[in-house]
């Protein structure tokens, strides 16, 4: 019996498949988790394909991951065995440095440790990531999850959720405010329900006009059709606060010149290619901001996670068997899918 079964891809020019290896017994410190559902995020593909470079493969991606707590270390005392729990984009960080110190591990200045792909300090090599059966990871970095959401919903949190969340709490969003969330995918739609559940009045930028209704569903008080220059122009210098998912170059200008006095746009897709640089005197006339943000630290990720559970927040998702992986992304890469699969890993079976 391998000590642990996944999904990896051999190459960048290969589909995923069946792959066995190694996970470390847990230490004092560690929390070994019995995975019961891992999301399918778009970087998962882009590392997967070597994109963005620097993938050691084997790769086995996953981050977005829920699970129950098999064994635990001597030292740990926040789980214990049966206790559900997540795991998102890290699993450990310096500790020491400025932004480790305040909580900010996202932004560790000696490089956080990902869940997959990161130097693996226990085993040598990387660290494979949550399409397999279990994982250990240190305490620290382990994530509580209430029982109370259902649970292949709640594994997006962990990194849409919380990609989202950490700029709109960063920014000060709440109720009275006017905020734009730019593009209904993964990232977006969970940007609209946790915009609406903090109160703000929220408008909703798509190219689509088949998204109008799904954007209203999801908490959207208004949704714009980008490319309609007559109501975009209906929203200048109204917005607080504008939260900017598109992972595709685009017209920033277009969006900026949205933004009321103090305003600031955050962006959090990746472009594979640059955005035109936006016109420094559209920022200067209104003191507006052009900014961007990564994930989030483990304590705020918690904060999101309990945010959640208070307001019933869950990602909407489509469940895939492990299997279906190398079609599922084959489907994101067209968008088809609202808004997020999420693989079952009771479908994960040895070989
Ligand atoms: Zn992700
Ligand atoms: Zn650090």
Redesign the pocket.
């Known amino acids: 019996m391998p000590q642990a079964i996944g999904y990896a891809a051999q190459a960048a020019d290969k589909d995923l498949e069946y792959f066995e290896f190694e996970r470390r017994d847990p230490t004092a410190e560690d929390v070994e988790i019995e995975i019961a559902y891992c999301g399918v995020c778009h970087s998962d593909l882009h590392q997967a394909r070597n994109e963005w470079g620097g993938t050691v493969f084997p790769c086995v991606p996953g981050h977005e991951i829920v699970g129950k707590v098999t064994r635990v270390g001597d030292k740990v005392s926040k789980f214990k065995v049966g206790d559900t729990v997540g795991v998102g984009c890290m699993v450990d960080?310096?500790?020491?440095?400025?932004?480790?110190?305040e909580g900010h591990?996202q932004?560790?200045?000696?490089?956080?440790v990902g869940t997959y792909n990161g130097e693996d300090k226990h085993l040598g090599g990387v660290t494979f990531g949550g399409y397999s059966n279990r994982i250990t990871v240190k305490e620290s970095f382990v994530l509580s999850v209430s029982e109370g959401l259902d649970l292949a919903g709640v594994a997006p949190l962990l990194c849409a959720g919380i990609t989202t969340y950490s700029p709109l709490r960063h920014w000060g969003v709440t109720k009275g405010h006017k905020v734009g969330v730019v593009g209904l995918g993964g990232l977006g739609h969970m940007a609209v329900k946790l915009a609406a559940a903090m109160g703000a009045e929220v408008v909703l930028f798509t190219t689509s006009p088949g998204k109008v209704e799904d954007g209203k569903r999801l908490g959207a008080d208004h949704v714009v059709i980008s490319k309609d220059e007559e109501q975009m122009k209906a929203w200048t210098n109204q917005l607080d606060f504008i939260l900017n998912t598109v992972a595709a170059p685009h017209d920033l200008d277009a969006y900026l010149s949205l933004l009321r006095l103090n305003g600031t746009m955050c962006l959090v897709g990746v472009p594979a290619e640059h955005h035109p640089s936006p016109a420094v005197f559209n920022l200067i006339a209104k003191r507006r901001s052009l900014a961007g943000s990564l994930i989030g630290g483990i304590a705020e990720t918690q904060e999101m996670l309990d945010f959640c559970a208070e307001h019933g927040i869950t990602s909407d998702i489509e469940m895939i068997a492990m299997d279906d992986i190398n079609e599922a992304y084959e489907r994101m890469l067209k968008s088809d899918v609202k808004y997020r699969f999420v693989i079952d890993m009771a479908t994960l079976k040895q070989k």
């Open positions: 960080a310096c500790g020491h440095c400025h932004s480790c110190d591990e932004y560790c200045e000696n490089g956080f």
